[in-house]
């Protein structure tokens, strides 16, 4: 499975940006998938994530700012970022648990994409 994330950039504190994450390969169906981030000397954390009911769970830190959505016809997971806080600039890492045609299950990282919140 390939996980091909972009959306990343440069925003002011206050603005907006939009991931997208588009997973391919021999895929059966996705499970699930995340966003996860990790800042400069800190460990990766998990930002967001969305079932294949298109359940939603959200870091704390995140909860009204950030949307995960998906669009299972497309493979492709966003994430909406608003109301951006320096705290939030990180590389964000998209993630799949994918079961394959081979029906076996695994567990797929994107190669991240820089978030820089600053003005």
């Known amino acids: 499975v390939q996980l091909q994330a972009s959306g990343g950039g440069l925003v002011q504190p206050g603005g907006s940006l939009r991931l997208s994450c588009a997973a391919s390969?021999?895929?059966?169906?996705?499970?699930?998938m995340a966003w996860y981030r990790q800042a400069p000397g800190k460990q990766r954390e998990l930002v967001a994530t969305?079932?294949?009911?298109?359940?939603?769970n959200y870091a704390d830190s995140v909860k009204g700012r950030f949307t995960i959505s998906g669009d299972n016809a497309r493979n492709t997971v966003y994430l909406q970022m608003n109301s951006l806080k320096p705290e939030d600039t990180a590389i964000y890492y998209c993630?799949?648990?994918?079961?394959?045609?081979?029906?076996?299950?695994?567990?797929?990282w994107g190669q991240g994409t820089q978030v820089t919140v600053s003005s």
């Open positions: 390969g021999s895929i059966f169906t996705i499970n699930t």
């Open positions: 969305i079932t294949s009911g298109s359940s939603t």
């Open positions: 993630n799949a648990v994918v079961t394959m045609t081979s029906r076996s299950i695994t567990d797929n």
